[in-house]
């Protein structure tokens, strides 16, 4: 059978980049997407420098793109969960992290965001997130950052950052952090990666 777009996505790193070194393994998965300038670019990047986050919690890894933009920003010690629903996509996502040599700042799980949010304490001994990326089905985005809420995961400051707010879109999702008290809320206009339809982040600042 034909092989999948994401197997092809990790023969191309494995073809291009250098083991070990993943600014090679970015712009491999760049170079196969054709990847155009994205949001990841405007937001991962801004927010993790800035933030110098000790424990991120990424909820949707896919190939392990995104996981390797921000795990190669990390401090030595902080660490990077990454929640993955498709079991082929993890095995993907696992080789293409292990290609960048971050496997030991990385722990990708595989089930539900809502079946792994309340185990977070007593399997990962994480008692709250700096940072949490949010990429993965686009009606979780809401519960799950209110299941975060319910389960002490979130502290003054932590940040939100939320993928494709625009395309596909999360208006329940927007309309609860732009109006919630408890958090500050601003928008990185960007576009969907791929092509030129405008989409963007929206990062978030619970405020306790
Ligand atoms: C519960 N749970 N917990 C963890 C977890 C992880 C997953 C998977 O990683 C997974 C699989 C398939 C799709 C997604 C969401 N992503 C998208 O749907 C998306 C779409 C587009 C787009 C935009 C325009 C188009 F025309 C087509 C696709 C652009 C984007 O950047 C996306 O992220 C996530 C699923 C449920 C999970
Ligand atoms: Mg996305």
Redesign the pocket.
């Known amino acids: 059978t034909r092989s999948t777009r994401p197997q092809r996505l990790l023969k191309a790193v494995q073809k291009n980049a250098t083991r070990g070194d993943p600014q090679s393994v970015i712009s491999a998965i760049d170079h196969f997407c054709r990847h155009s300038e994205w ?1 990841m670019n405007i937001g991962d990047e801004k927010v993790v420098n800035e933030l110098n986050p000790e424990k991120v919690l990424e ?4 190939c392990g793109y995104s996981t390797v933009r921000i795990a190669r920003l990390l401090p030595p010690g902080a660490r990077l969960i990454t ?4 079991g082929d ?1 993890a095995a993907i996502a696992r080789q293409v992290i292990a290609w960048a040599g971050l496997e030991d700042k990385v722990q990708l799980v595989e ?4 079946d ?1 949010i309340p185990r977070m304490k007593e399997h990962f001994g994480i008692e709250t997130f700096d940072l949490v990326f949010l ?4 009606d ?1 985005y809401l519960p ?1 950052t209110k299941l975060m809420e319910d389960c002490g995961l979130l502290r003054k400051g932590t940040v939100l950052l939320a ?2 707010v625009i ?2 879109g999360v208006p329940d999702y927007l309309q609860y952090v732009r109006n919630s008290l408890s958090y500050k809320s601003c928008y990185f206009k960007s576009h ?2 791929y ?1 030129k ?1 405008e ?1 963007g982040l929206e990062k978030s600042v619970f405020l306790g």
Do not use: I, Q
């Open positions: 949001a909820l949707g890894t896919y929640l993955e629903f498709n996509y089930g539900a965001s809502e792994w990429d993965h089905w686009k979780r799950d993928d494709n395309c596909p969907l990666e092509t339809a989409d």
